[in-house]
T-cell receptor, first 115, second 117 residues
């Protein structure tokens, strides 16, 4: 069985601070995919990143960066110089190779960026 | 990018009535679609996997007679909440996998907010 844990339920920061969201996963599959989604108050899911289990390179996209460490089964997400528009719920999710995009979601972390 | 359209975006219905939610892949064919449910301030939980031309596969604890899923074409899956009750009030969201089966990002619809009064 797969499991995704986001231990932080809510994080509050002041604008321009950095914020790191933790994601720890469990799976027995050797081929799997990890995702991060942003869910603003409107409800839609905004895709941020998809990473396969064989690619451990860290990734940076603008103010967003991700740190994937298989040794600790973690896929953490950092927002640098946070902005009010970053306020949302962020979900980490997992699927395994043969399951297509049948996602197991973590509990989500609500990020509140105060001006 | 691939677009998934979900309709309606919100609906209010009376207790005991049925509600149909549509999930369409607009520019690709989807052999598989997934339906998720999200209660307020909670995570998304998979309800069922919808495969074109065959019966849906429901997750444990999801009543298949209450949540009817039909995937009659490669671009459309529908979820019908039958005899809805207030406890069915939730955010329902679908995703679609391309026909080619390539692992790409999951393409999600905009979601449907259901309120049963």
């Amino acid at each position: 069985a797969q499991k995704v844990t986001q231990a932080q339920t809510e994080i509050s920061v002041v604008e321009k601070e950095d914020v790191t969201l933790d994601c720890v996963y469990e799976t027995r599959d050797t081929t799997y995919y990890l995702f991060w989604y942003k869910q603003p108050p409107s409800g839609e899911l905004v895709f941020l990143i998809r990473r396969n289990s064989f690619d451990e390179q860290n990734e940076i996209s603008g103010r967003y960066s991700w740190n994937f460490q298989k040794s600790t089964s973690s896929f953490n997400f950092t927002i640098t110089a946070s902005q009010v528009v970053d306020s949302a719920v962020y979900f980490c999710a997992l699927t395994f190779g043969a399951a297509g995009n049948k996602l197991t979601f973590g509990g989500g972390t609500r990020v509140l960026v105060k001006p | 990018g691939a677009v998934v359209s979900q309709h309606p975006s919100w609906v209010i219905c009376k207790s005991g009535t049925s509600v149909k939610i549509e999930c369409r892949s607009l520019d690709f064919q989807a052999t598989t679609m997934f339906w998720y449910r999200q209660f307020p301030k909670q995570s998304l939980m998979l309800m069922a996997t919808s495969n074109e031309g065959s019966k849906a596969t429901y997750e444990q604890g999801v009543e298949k007679d209450k949540f009817l899923i039909n995937h009659a074409s490669l671009t459309l899956s529908t979820l019908t909440v039958t005899s809805a009750h207030p406890e069915d009030s939730s955010f329902y969201i679908c995703s679609a996998d391309p026909w080619e089966g390539m692992n790409t990002e999951a393409f999600f619809g905009q979601g449907t907010r259901l309120t049963v009064v």
